[in-house]
C-alpha cells in the first residue's frame, strides 16, 4: 500500500515524476493508451510512490513525453480497489485490497533537466563555468535557481544584465 499517499487522500497538490515508458490497456475490449510515472515526488521533494500508471490524456500527449522526461502535474489522491476481481477460479493474481492513485492530472507542464554536470567549487566558479562560453541566459536558468544568479550578481554589486 502506498502509505504517504494514503495520508494525503482526498487533498489536490502539485507532484512531479519521471515517465517510464508508455503502454496500453483494456477498456471495453479496445485498447486504451496508458503513461507509466516512476520516482512520483510531492511538492517538496519527498519519494510518495515508486511509480504509477495514468492514461494518456490529451494533457500527457500534448506534452511530447519520451522516455527520461520529468513533468509536474497537479491531482487528487483517491483511493481505489486492485487486484482480480473477475469470476474465473483458475485465475490468481493478487488478493483484492485498497490502494492510492492520483486522480485528474492538471496544469501539466514538463520539467528541464540539465544534461551538463555542474562544477561544485562555488557560486562564482558556476557563473564563470557559463559565463566564458557565452551562453545564454536561458541555460543557466534551466539548470540553477533564479537566486543563484541573483545572490552572485549582488555580491559584485552588478545587475542581472551586467552579470551575464
Not at 84 to 97: A, L
Request: proline letters at 7%.
Amino acid at each position: 500500500m502506498r502509505e504517504t499517499l494514503r495520508q494525503a487522500n482526498g487533498i489536490r497538490a502539485t507532484f512531479s515524476g519521471i515517465v517510464e515508458r508508455y503502454g496500453t490497456k483494456s477498456s471495453y475490449g479496445h485498447p486504451k493508451p496508458t503513461l507509466l510515472l516512476k520516482d512520483i515526488k510531492d511538492g517538496g521533494g519527498m519519494i510518495v510512490t515508486e511509480h504509477l500508471w495514468f492514461n494518456l490524456t490529451q494533457g500527457f500527449a500534448k506534452l511530447g513525453l519520451q522516455p527520461g522526461d520529468a513533468v509536474k502535474f497537479d491531482a487528487r489522491v483517491k483511493p481505489y480497489i486492485k487486484g482480480y476481481r473477475g469470476y474465473r477460479d483458475d485465475v490468481y493474481d493478487k488478493p483484492i485490497e485498497e490502494d492510492y492513485k492520483l486522480s485528474h492530472p492538471t496544469n501539466l507542464r514538463k520539467m528541464i533537466i540539465p544534461d551538463v554536470q555542474l562544477p561544485t567549487q562555488g557560486v562564482s566558479t558556476l557563473i564563470t563555468y557559463y559565463i566564458k562560453p557565452k551562453l545564454p541566459l536561458s541555460t543557466l536558468c534551466k539548470s540553477e535557481p533564479r537566486h543563484t544568479i541573483n545572490t552572485y550578481a549582488a555580491s559584485e554589486g552588478l545587475g542581472i544584465a551586467e552579470a551575464l
